[in-house]
């Protein structure tokens, strides 16, 4: 029996296939003009994960704003 | 083989495939182009669920500190492969075959590699998501 754990770590891995599996087929379309420079990664993991804690302490924030009962879905 | 890893697995093969079947089109530069393009897009979604994952705990430490290593070197190929194509838009414009040629075998080498590092990313965060 597969723990909570598990089951989302696989469901959070199935987003992210069905998520670059989209981002593939919108950008493969793309006739922009060619800049090789525009293209580089620019986001480093340590920038991303600066990102990731300030997308999360600004929802908890958010969150603590809401009065209570209220849920993200509502 | 646990079943649902070999199911992941082979969603995360026919996505590399798709990428590249995807981005074939009419000319090395735009061919490129698109992979480069593609490929960032991708590398930069996996950096951020990989981020999220170690921020809700799914990911030790140690666990992140690994993924960050691998990211850097699929950066540095990037960036390389990168480089290399806009070397090769230069030396075309001065018309010497050989140097061209030259650029373009090591742009397509640097190209080549950048899927497998990819995948080498998503299976090693898939490896800590699911034991």
């Given amino acids: 029996m597969p723990t909570k754990r598990e089951l989302v770590s696989w469901a959070e891995l199935l987003k992210l296939i069905a998520e670059m599996v989209i981002a593939a087929v919108r950008h493969c379309g793309d006739d922009d003009p060619i800049d090789f420079e525009a293209i580089k990664i620019r986001v480093s993991p340590e920038q991303a994960l600066a990102q990731a804690r300030q997308a999360q302490s600004a929802h908890n924030s958010e969150a603590s704003e809401r009065p209570s009962g209220q849920t993200n879905e509502s | ?131």
């Fill in chain 2, 1 to 131: 083989m646990n079943p649902r890893r070999g199911h992941i697995h082979r969603l995360g093969s026919l996505l590399l495939v798709s990428c590249l079947w995807l981005s074939a089109c009419d000319n090395f530069e735009r061919d490129a182009y698109r992979t480069l393009k593609v490929l960032k897009v991708e590398y930069e979604l996996l950096q951020a669920h990989a981020a999220h994952a170690f921020l809700a705990g799914r990911l030790s430490e140690a666990q992140w500190e690994a993924f960050v290593v691998t990211g850097h070197r699929f950066i540095a190929a990037h960036t390389l492969a990168a480089d290399l194509m806009q070397t090769y838009r230069e030396v075309k414009r001065i018309k010497d075959p050989n140097r061209r040629n030259e650029i373009a075998r090591q742009a397509a080498a640097a190209l080549a590699e950048l899927p497998t590092l990819l995948d080498d990313l998503r299976r090693l965060l898939e490896s800590f998501e699911t034991h």
